[in-house]
């Protein structure tokens, strides 16, 4: 150790005081060898102190900062520009952008009328419902919202998660009416949270469904949306209500001698590879993207028509036959705003409605970071939620990002929100105009589009990076999966969640320790020797690192862990006649926050170390823990000099007073 | 810079590469300045890993570590030995220990009797339950327990929380058959509760109560159980059930024309009185520790002779009339096994199960920390949860550590568990002989004990230390605290609860973030900047520290946040027509893992900086970091020489290629 003393410094002397309650730079470092004085930030006011930590958790993208140094007027124009998001872009737009917007918006709804009428089937509802949900809420967004690229509507997943869960409430055969004025009720709810959790920028909530977890939940809805397709597909008619694929494939395979229609399954599966081909296609082709954008509505069109001039349905080919001409009739009436219904509808609402903002926040940040600009969660939040509170009073149902479509209107050269305009408009003239046409969709061309839609959702590639980089998170990804093909879609979510915060607690209650040796050739790095083997131990002195916050959650298990490191190391020391420990230095770099339990840790940790004649030594504790240090008194208790900058101070510090024993 | 170049090393050159797949120290520094490479550690076996992975959670402190290398002879008696530590410390007992056991036995035998009485009025039973509850649960402890200190028994928070549970469940006044049954329904399921706590090593999860909340929680429960004394102190006759002061308040004012017992208040006070001055006398002299022992049976004694002598009892006095004389019956036909009452017995247990946990736990390390040896948690808790199991079944009610007697034993110099026993005894012999001589005793009396008894649960040093050290955590005993004065022990209990996990969920994901500079007259230290205000910026490289693992629960904070941080700091660059940032270099070391969505964003940021034409930097990246990184390919993105070992390395290769720019 002696060549490093001079190499920071070039001196050498006595020790110094360790931390004072001033921050400054030591003094001149004449005849002592310079030990560096460990910083304590100024006090600060509680209240500001408070006001910064609620600054930092719900305003951490600091969404005001534009609205500093204005005049009152401005303000006001800012702060409705910040509501309503059109006036700001509004204004630069122009017809280069309305051209991008209009093919964007024919090409999306090109593919989401044929969706509609499918996912609408999805939630037990009527086709018109679909329709619906893919005119008002749109609107609602382009006025409201921030993304660009986003397109609004039902999407697969949330159809499959509404209708499961009203089915289990009211049935929608045994009661139509009661099931719809359910699904308007739980759209309003979904709304109303989603809004909530907006204005409250508690946006941060959503956060915590991990990632993994969220592409296994999607993968196992694909599977299972597409399962439950085969009903249209192979022309059964009885099939269960389960989603579960046991049940599903008992119902299949029950009915494959006499209830296979051999009609309705020559058009869906011969649709079905068209739609695959077509989708291949566009994914080999970048240039070729709206190949699979248009083929849905072509493939309608076609098998219409087929239809109607064979009269298949003659032959047992099931056909949509009516939807209700005409755009939303207002549903204010219809929502149950009390008895025990409104409770149901209310949970429904809220577990439906943050799904729903799972994935809308999720595509408008893919997009936004794809077209780097940047997009405030918990706005986008408060549009979502009245898009859907406005969709509840006009007979829509709960409707947010798709991300096939966004990804078609991306492509397809969207500038703004103007794209789900005209796509709205479409849908308007469809309602209005075109419904009638639909009369002879066989359900299996329904069921072709939507099994070749959610086909997307199933991510092996997402699946398998997963696997690489952290095996946890396979199993939150695998359970979550597992738990919606096999029981249900409402297991799924659970078991999702629960994986979630199994891990957030897990992570939080058993933090990593690492026993530190210098890096050879380095005067002052000393590194994790599990990392770093060539790291050489110092000689009775054991530096332990932690590497997180002592909060009550881990501080006794922190502590038990040192003392855990020192009896393993000193019963190596003593098989190989080393030197006993003397000091046990722990690296405070990481641990940013150390409350009432873990300053009570250290205390304990002190008082075991002494009794077995070992001195405790910090080493780079932070700001924060410094100040605790200081209030709790521990800075008496532990004694003076033993408090240092950095692990190479302390350790120089510690060694040559060593020496000087026998 | 240049100054400190050959600080550390010796010689210039160019770059080297950064890191590789094998750990190694780097070659040797002729011409090129060393920098050093970011070791990689040796890759795991992933069943090693998940075994490594368990066995911190789980076994943390390894308490196999002794059967290792042993015979299977010795390894059954060990075993043995484990479930029955008795066997284990029973070898080594001897005289001079029992001396100490029986004086400490006899002073909380003493105690603990006339507080079992109270206690139990507490939970709304009869008096003999709660000596039964000092006779068999004490045994059972000494058997299988580890702790030398702890005294068991029922105590006044757990007693207070059942009964005011139970009683929500069944009127134990209407139905004291069925109260009892249920009583004995919730102490079973409390036990089993423990027990499979401690068999699975689930230990841990009453950790997640921050120490904070429980001060508060047993603060306010202390002072709920001192007002419900009123009733016996001031003789009044009809008290409300409701435990929240402003219905016990009311109570006691109501009836302060007529009610008050003027007899019974002048017992109940002088003795109360009497109490708490033997209190404070063994609080300030240690060695009169035996004073405020002795003193409740004494003032029963007086009490009791003085209330027969001037039949008392005829004036109003309430007595305690009469306790059921023998040992406890068996009780297993008395508990619920099914039925609706199951259930309810089943949630009362879980709940009174834990905090009894965590009173028991906490006592246990408290001493065992003092006397310096190691206690297993999760032994302690399979201990707990066999003797409440079996004292379900022999008429006790939930019993555990209790603090005051605890703390009574310790000082009247137990040795080991045999203190226990020896209580047990007396109780056994009270049960048997003396319950008679009890008619006679006011309840005044008992509420006096009591109240002198959970004075001491009023830990105002402890919150005052919580108030400066954390004002989080002094928020979340407030919580607590006015929560079961205010209201109930119930919602007491939940707002410490969900205090706690909102404390957790908010260190999870709004973890610190700094600027790092560089501490004047080092080479090599880079220090947050808030905490060292001298500490100098780069010029051209933006230097920021994550001090978290970056997981799907902070993620798109984190990365929102550095972009926030480079955002200010540009501005503040322009304002003072300082170069531009080239570099922004992110201190890995406090991020010890690293998830998908952490990935994610640092892809995200990546794209972000390069779209800025800012490069990314990593330095000092832990293991597994590092592995992941590897793993997602995330390396190859970052691209050539962009991870490095420290900040000063990054700094010093970054600025080098700086200076080639114009």
């Known amino acids: 150790m002696a060549q490093n003393v001079s190499d920071e410094h070039g001196s050498k002397g006595v020790e110094t005081i360790s931390s004072s309650s001033s921050c400054q730079s030591s003094s001149s470092p004449q005849s002592s060898p310079y030990v560096h004085e460990v910083g304590v930030p100024p006090k600060q006011n509680l209240l500001?102190?408070?006001?910064?930590?609620?600054?930092?958790?719900?305003?951490?993208?600091?969404?005001?900062?534009?609205?500093?140094?204005?005049?009152?007027?401005?303000?006001?124009?800012?702060?409705?520009?910040?509501?309503?998001?059109?006036?700001?872009?509004?204004?630069?737009?122009?017809?280069?952008?309305?051209?991008?917007?209009?093919?964007?918006?024919?090409?999306?709804?090109?593919?989401?009328?044929?969706?509609?009428?499918?996912?609408?089937?999805?939630?037990?509802?009527?086709?018109?419902?679909?329709?619906?949900?893919?005119?008002?809420?749109?609107?609602?967004?382009?006025?409201?919202?921030?993304?660009?690229?986003?397109?609004?509507?039902?999407?697969?997943?949330?159809?499959?998660?509404?209708?499961?869960?009203?089915?289990?409430?009211?049935?929608?055969?045994?009661?139509?009416?009661?099931?719809?004025?359910?699904?308007?009720?739980?759209?309003?709810?979904?709304?109303?949270?989603?809004?909530?959790?907006?204005?409250?920028?508690?946006?941060?909530?959503?956060?915590?469904?991990?990632?993994?977890?969220?592409?296994?939940?999607?993968?196992?809805?694909?599977?299972?949306?597409?399962?439950?397709?085969?009903?249209?597909?192979?022309?059964?008619?009885?099939?269960?209500?389960?989603?579960?694929?046991?049940?599903?494939?008992?119902?299949?395979?029950?009915?494959?001698?006499?209830?296979?229609?051999?009609?309705?399954?020559?058009?869906?599966?011969?649709?079905?590879?068209?739609?695959?081909?077509?989708?291949?296609?566009?994914?080999?082709?970048?240039?070729?993207?709206?190949?699979?954008?248009?083929?849905?509505?072509?493939?309608?069109?076609?098998?219409?028509?087929?239809?109607?001039?064979?009269?298949?349905?003659?032959?047992?080919?099931?056909?949509?036959?009516?939807?209700?001409?005409?755009?939303?009739?207002?549903?204010?009436?219809?929502?149950?705003?009390?008895?025990?219904?409104?409770?149901?509808?209310?949970?429904?609402?809220?577990?439906?409605?943050?799904?729903?903002?799972?994935?809308?926040?999720?595509?408008?940040?893919?997009?936004?970071?794809?077209?780097?600009?940047?997009?405030?969660?918990?706005?986008?939040?408060?549009?979502?939620?009245?898009?859907?509170?406005?969709?509840?009073?006009?007979?829509?149902?709960?409707?947010?990002?798709?991300?096939?479509?966004?990804?078609?209107?991306y492509m397809s050269g969207c500038e703004t929100a103007v794209s789900n305009i005209v796509m709205a408009c479409v849908v308007l003239l469809t309602l209005a105009l075109i419904t009638p046409l639909f009369k002879y969709t066989p359900n299996a061309i329904l069921a072709s589009i939507i099994i070749s839609a959610v086909v997307g959702l199933v991510d092996i590639e997402a699946v398998t990076l997963i696997w690489k980089i952290d095996k946890f998170d396979f199993i939150a990804c695998m359970g979550a999966f597992f738990g919606v093909v096999f029981s249900s879609v409402e297991v799924g979510l659970v078991i999702a969640v629960s994986i979630s915060f199994a891990k957030i607690l897990l992570q939080v209650t058993r933090p990593r320790t690492a026993i530190l040796g210098k890096v050879p050739r380095t005067a002052t790095v000393y590194r994790n020797i599990q990392q770093y083997p060539d790291a050489t131990k110092v000689s009775g002195i054991l530096i332990v690192r932690v590497d997180s916050a002592i909060y009550f959650s881990n501080s006794n298990y922190v502590k038990e862990r040192i003392l855990r490191w020192l009896a393993d190391e000193e019963k190596h020391v003593k098989e190989n006649s080393q030197p006993r420990f003397q000091y046990l230095i722990i690296e405070m770099g990481p641990v940013t926050d150390i409350d009432t339990s873990g300053i009570h840790a250290l205390e304990e940790l002190l008082r075991a170390l002494q009794k077995r004649d070992i001195k405790l030594v910090l080493a780079n504790p932070g700001p924060v823990v410094v100040d605790k240090l200081h209030a709790s008194k521990f800075q008496e208790l532990i004694g003076e000099g033993r408090i240092f900058l950095t692990v190479a101070d302390a350790v120089r510090i510690c060694y040559s007073k060593m020496e000087l024993e026998p």
């Open 48 to 409: 500001k102190e408070i006001a910064a930590a609620v600054k930092e958790t719900l305003f951490a993208d600091d969404p005001l900062r534009h609205f500093k140094d204005q005049p009152s007027s401005k303000k006001f124009i800012l702060g409705l520009q910040a509501i309503f998001p059109i006036l700001e872009w509004g204004k630069h737009y122009n017809l280069s952008k309305f051209k991008g917007d209009l093919i964007a918006g024919l090409t999306i709804a090109s593919l989401c009328i044929p969706q509609d009428i499918g996912y609408a089937k999805l939630a037990n509802l009527e086709p018109q419902y679909g329709l619906y949900s893919s005119f008002v809420p749109p609107l609602v967004y382009a006025f409201m919202g921030s993304s660009r690229d986003i397109a609004i509507g039902p999407v697969a997943v949330v159809s499959l998660l509404l209708g499961s869960l009203l089915q289990e409430e009211i049935d929608s055969s045994a009661n139509p009416v009661g099931y719809r004025h359910l699904a308007f009720t739980a759209t309003f709810f979904a709304g109303l949270t989603q809004f909530i959790l907006g204005f409250f920028r508690l946006g941060f909530l959503i956060d915590f469904l991990s990632h993994a977890a969220i592409v296994g939940f999607m993968g196992g809805a694909a599977i299972t949306i597409a399962l439950q397709q085969l009903k249209g597909l192979l022309g059964i008619k009885k099939f269960t209500k389960d989603t579960n694929i046991v049940s599903v494939m008992s119902s299949v395979f029950s009915s494959a001698r006499h209830g296979w229609n051999w009609h309705t399954m020559l058009i869906g599966i011969s649709f079905l590879i068209f739609l695959l081909v077509t989708k291949y296609i566009g994914k080999k082709q970048k240039k070729f993207f709206w190949v699979p954008a248009i083929a849905p509505l072509i493939s309608v069109i076609i098998s219409t028509v087929s239809v109607y001039a064979t009269r298949a349905d003659k032959h047992g080919v099931e056909i949509v036959k009516n939807i209700r001409k005409g755009i939303n009739p207002p549903s204010v009436k219809e929502i149950f705003f009390s008895g025990q219904y409104a409770g149901k509808g209310f949970k429904i609402g809220i577990v439906s409605g943050m799904i729903a903002l799972t994935e809308a926040v999720a595509i408008g940040r893919t997009f936004a970071s794809m077209k780097d600009y940047q997009l405030d969660g918990n706005k986008e939040m408060i549009a979502l939620g009245t898009m859907n509170i406005v969709g509840s009073m006009t007979s829509c149902y709960v409707a947010t990002g798709s991300f096939s479509r966004s990804a078609v209107n």
